[in-house]
Each structure stands twice: as C-alpha cells, then as structure tokens.
C-alpha cells in the first residue's frame, strides 16, 4: 500500500530534497554553508514577499511564536490576542508564559475574526504593543483577512504579528505591502521540508520595539542576535544545516513555479475539494474555508475516529482528526505544499469508500466528479 499523508503538517517532502537530506552531514562554518545562507534569506524574502531579514530558527513554528512574544513584550504590557480556534489559544499561551496582559478577541471556532472586532479592541485599548492573530486558523480551516488587519493596525503604534504557519506557500499573503510586522512560518507546512526549522521576518517598525525592550527575557530566541550574525550570513548557534541546504531546494521549486501560481494553484485544489465533499452532503467546518485544508463535519450516526483509522489502514490515506473538543467530531484534509490535486482525488475517493461501508448514503464517485469538473474549471 502506498502511504498518502494529507494531514495539515507534518506535510510530504519532494523527492529532489529528500535527496539532499541523505547526503553526509558538513561544518557548517564555512563559506559554502554562508553562502548557502545567503540563498536561502533571498528565497525566503521571496516568500515573504518583504525587504526585511527573515531569521532562521531551530525549532518547530512554536518556537518561532515565543520569539515573537518574548522579544517584543516584557511582562505586564498589553496584547490584543485573536483567537479563533487552536493557534489563538497558542498565542493566549505564550502571552500568558511571559507575563503579558492579554485582551483576547475572540469567536467561537469555525469563525473568523472580523477586522472591525480588532478596530474595536484597538481602539479601547491604545496602549497594546502588539496585535497576534492567524492567517491560516488549522484547527478549524478558517482564514483571517490579513490584509484588513494591516490596515487598521498600521494606523496605531501596535505591531502586527501573525503566524503564518500553514498559511505562508498556500494563500497571498504580502508581508511588506499588507503592513505586517511580525510574520511567523514553519518549515513542515507549505515549504515542503520536515519539521525542524521557523522562520521569523521582522519589518523595520518590529525591530525598534525589539530594540527599546532592553528587559525582554530570552536567550536562545534573542532576536537581535540573529539578525548581527544574518548580516554576514551566519547564525549565533550551529545551525540545522542539513535542513537549512534542503530546504533551498523546496524553496527553489516554490520559486520557479512562482508565488502566484502556487497560491493559484491551491485555490483550485481547495475549491475542488470542498465541492467533493460537499457533493457528497458533508458540510464544511469552517465559516470562511483558507485554501490549505479543508475541514470536514462528521456527519450524523458516523464515528469520526474509525472512519480516519479505516481511511489509513485500508488505503494508505492519512488525513488529520479534530484536536481537543473537536476530536472525533470532524476531519481536516490538507492540500497544501508538495500535495498535488490527484492526492485530493484520491482522498475523496477513500472517503467515499469508507462512507459507504459505514452505512453512509452515497452514490460511488459523486464527490470525485464534482472535484473533478472543479478541476476543468
Ligand atoms: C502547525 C501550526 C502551528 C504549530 O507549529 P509547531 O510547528 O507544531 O510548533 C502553529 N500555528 C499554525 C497555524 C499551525 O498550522
């Protein structure tokens, strides 16, 4: 059987940088590896679309986060935290491990915060430093206007931070033109690499507050250090340099493609999935779906977990569970980096397969041919 992993990260991996990870390991202080370096913060530049340093983190997208809380905030300023679903919480959590005073505006899951719900919070709250918020929300498949919110952050002296983790590779997103001062990825969504690396991009606006926090508490994460060593293409700590020299050939496939292609490219994988599995009466979890997953309700008299575990067991086709209160209680099928539309076929496919064994009417390929006529469109 062969092993399709459609799950919103850890994500698939092309085979060209595969390769270049079972290469042998090298030193990493050298002029190969600085130059390598140097590739690498262009490509990502591209992907940020932004002209500021984007640094490289060990850690997965979480550590990434932290850095973006602990070098911005000392302990009892203020955030205006968003959270719609899971990776809001994860904000609320950090602010939360560093003291900040946290001002949440919050939606029930499976919606979206709506720009003038962040204006409204700004505006009571003139004295927050930062703004955290979500492009892609995974733990529901819901996406947030960015762009809306660079906006009317942009007219306050807050920064806006957004992780960007599985939402960075998928949907537009224009660091530098929509106004964002802090954007957060991880190397395992939309980049095609594994676990293993985050990468933060800081607008000239970010490192002023960065630099006039002189009590941050942080060592590892320390920002400021980063971007001295970046400047001569080098790293405080040794580096992950086998991701790091893999991850230039993702970004190498990302760039050729080009930006606008790939966010092309997964709307229409995502409006094909979401008319499969609407065709089939399955409703969609997320009020406004994002384009890199598509998130599933459990239908009525079906058990959720089984029909994920037969999925895997039977037909090789990984697809992610709810997490939390919402496990059991819906699917999550990403279609995002190095997964292709005919992945997506073939996990609508599985899905009807199941479905029908589970006593769920349906009639055999209705949700493939509705992805599919999505797919001539
Ligand atoms: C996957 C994900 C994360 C988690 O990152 P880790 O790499 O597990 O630390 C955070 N935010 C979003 C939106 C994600 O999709």
């Known amino acids: 059987m062969k092993p399709r992993l459609l799950t919103p990260g850890p994500t698939p991996v092309p085979e060209e940088t595969l390769l270049e990870l079972a290469k042998p390991v090298t030193f990493h202080r050298s002029a190969e590896f600085r130059q390598t370096l140097a590739e690498l913060q262009e490509d990502l530049k591209y992907v940020f679309q932004t002209t500021s340093p984007v640094i490289t983190l060990t850690s997965s997208g979480t550590g990434g986060m932290e850095a973006a809380v602990s070098n911005v905030l000392t302990p009892g300023q203020k955030a205006i935290v968003c959270v719609a679903g899971r990776w809001g919480e994860r904000w609320r959590g950090i602010c939360k491990a560093f003291g900040v005073e946290i001002v949440a505006v919050e939606v029930p899951y499976g919606k979206a915060v709506e720009p003038s719900q ?25 996406g947030h206007d960015i762009r809306a919110f660079g906006e009317i952050v942009a007219k306050t002296p807050a920064l806006l931070v957004v992780d960007a983790i599985s939402g960075l590779g998928v949907m537009e997103l224009r660091m530098d ?14 980049l095609m690499l594994p676990p293993g690396l985050a990468y933060v991009a800081v607008s000239d606006k970010a490192w002023k507050c960065i630099e006039a926090n002189t009590a941050s508490r942080t060592f590892y994460f320390d920002l400021k250090k980063y971007r001295a060593k970046l400047a001569e293409s080098d790293t405080p700590y040794t580096p992950a340099n086998t991701l790091i020299k893999a991850q230039r050939l993702s970004l190498k496939r990302l760039r050729s493609e080009g930006l606008e292609s790939v966010w092309a490219r997964h709307a229409k ?5 979401r008319a499969g599995v609407t065709a089939l009466g399955l409703e969609l979890f997320a009020e406004k779906p994002n384009n890199g997953l598509t998130v599933i309700k459990v239908p009525a008299n079906v058990d959720g977990n089984a029909v994920l575990s037969k999925l895997e067991k039977k037909f090789g086709i990984k697809l992610a569970n709810g997490q939390d209160n919402l496990k059991g209680k819906i699917w999550r099928m990403a279609h995002m980096g190095y997964i292709d539309q005919f992945e997506v076929l073939a996990a609508i496919s599985a899905l009807e397969l199941v479905l029908l064994e589970s006593g769920y009417k349906l009639e055999p390929g209705t949700g493939v041919a509705a992805a599919q006529r999505e797919l001539a469109k």
Not at 118 to 142: F, I, Q
Not at 177 to 190: E, L, M, N, R
Not at 269 to 273: H, K, L, R
Request: aromatic residues 4%; hydrophobic residues 50%.
């Open 118 to 142: 962040l204006a409204d919070a700004l505006a009571k709250h003139p004295d927050a430093v930062a703004v955290y918020t979500t492009l892609s929300e995974t733990s529901t498949g819901v």
């Open 177 to 190: 033109d929509w106004k964002v001062d802090i954007c957060v990825t991880g190397s395992q969504k939309a």
């Open 269 to 273: 994988m995502a409006a094909a999935a």
